[in-house]
């Protein structure tokens, strides 16, 4: 069983920064893709930013140039920096991990992180 547990979400001033870490435990050496998405009140649950097993990093637009995604791969932690934060980025942010056993996806989640930013 894979677990994920987000930490380092806050409440902050638009312009500052956080970073929120991802700590995986389990089996999850198969794993093909991990990423952030984030969902805020009213809205559906959105990417946010992905790392993908072949090494290839996606953002979301709002996010590009703000947004960094990283892994420590030893310590099986992903990470997102947020810099020069914007009240629009406010929501609960969630980690993500997608394994692949034999045919079968598997997709797992953390239990989220909220992320407040004030204007």
């Known amino acids: 069983q894979v677990q994920l547990v987000e930490s380092g979400g806050g409440q902050v001033q638009a312009g500052g920064s956080l970073r929120l870490s991802c700590a995986a435990s389990?089996?999850?050496?198969?794993?093909?893709?991990m990423g952030w998405y984030r969902q805020a009140p009213g809205k559906q649950r959105e990417l946010v930013a992905r790392i993908t097993s072949g090494g290839s990093i996606n953002y979301a637009d709002s996010v590009k140039g703000r947004f960094t995604i990283s892994s420590d791969n030893a310590k099986n932690t992903l990470y997102l920096q947020m810099n020069s934060l914007k009240p629009e980025d406010t929501a609960v942010y969630y980690c993500h991990f997608r394994l692949v056993r034999g045919l079968w996806e598997y997709d797992y989640w953390g239990q989220g992180t909220q992320v407040t930013v004030s204007s």
């Open positions: 389990g089996n999850i050496l198969s794993t093909t893709a």
